[in-house]
C-alpha cells in the first residue's frame, strides 16, 4: 500500500511537472514567433524601394500556371503599407488590408496582453482566407480574359 500512494504521488508531481514544461514550451515559442514576427516587419521597413524593383519574381505559381497567386505583391503591398502608402500597397495586393489585423493580432497574443483575443482569431483567419480567395479568382478572370 505504501508503494502504490508513493508512485501516485510520483506521477501525479510528473503530470504537473510536464505539464508545466508543456506551458513553458508554449509561452516560449510564442515570445519566439513574435519576436522573430517583429524582426522581420521592422527589417522589411527598412528595405528600399529599389529592392523590389530589382529583384526577380519566385513565384513558382505564377512561373506554372502564368497567373498570379493569391500572395503574390503581398511583400511589396505589406513594404508599402508600412510606409504608410496605401493605394499602392492596394495595387500590389488588396489582402493586405485583412493580413495587417491578423499579424497585429498576433503580435498582441505574442506579448500575452490578454487571452481574450483567442476567441477572434478564426474571425481573422477565416476573414484573410475569404480575401485570398477572391483574390484568385480575380487573377484566375483577368488571366482568361485579358
Not at 512561373?63 to 508599402?80: E, I, N
Not at 489585423?101 to 482566407?129: A, K, M, Q, W
Not at 477572391?134 to 484566375?140: D, G, K, M, S, T
Request: proline share 4%; hydrophobic share 50%; aromatic share 14%.
Amino acid at each position: 500500500m505504501l508503494k502504490i500512494a508513493t508512485f501516485g504521488k510520483l506521477q501525479n508531481v510528473m503530470h504537473h511537472f510536464m505539464t508545466d514544461i508543456a506551458i513553458r514550451q508554449t509561452s516560449n515559442t510564442r515570445t519566439i514567433s513574435t519576436a522573430v514576427l517583429l524582426c522581420g516587419l521592422v527589417g522589411l521597413f527598412f528595405i528600399p524601394d529599389s529592392f523590389f524593383s530589382q529583384s526577380p519574381i519566385l513565384c513558382l505559381h505564377r512561373q506554372l500556371f502564368g497567373f498570379d497567386c493569391p500572395g503574390c505583391g503581398m511583400t511589396r503591398a505589406l513594404h508599402s503599407l508600412l510606409h504608410l502608402r496605401f493605394s499602392t500597397a492596394f495595387q500590389f495586393n488588396f489582402a493586405v488590408f485583412t493580413l495587417l489585423p491578423v499579424l497585429t493580432l498576433e503580435i498582441f497574443l505574442g506579448l500575452n496582453f490578454t487571452d481574450r483575443l483567442y476567441s477572434i482569431r478564426p474571425i481573422f483567419y477565416f476573414l484573410l482566407c475569404v480575401t485570398l480567395t477572391i483574390n484568385y479568382v480575380l487573377h484566375l478572370i483577368n488571366f482568361i480574359n485579358p
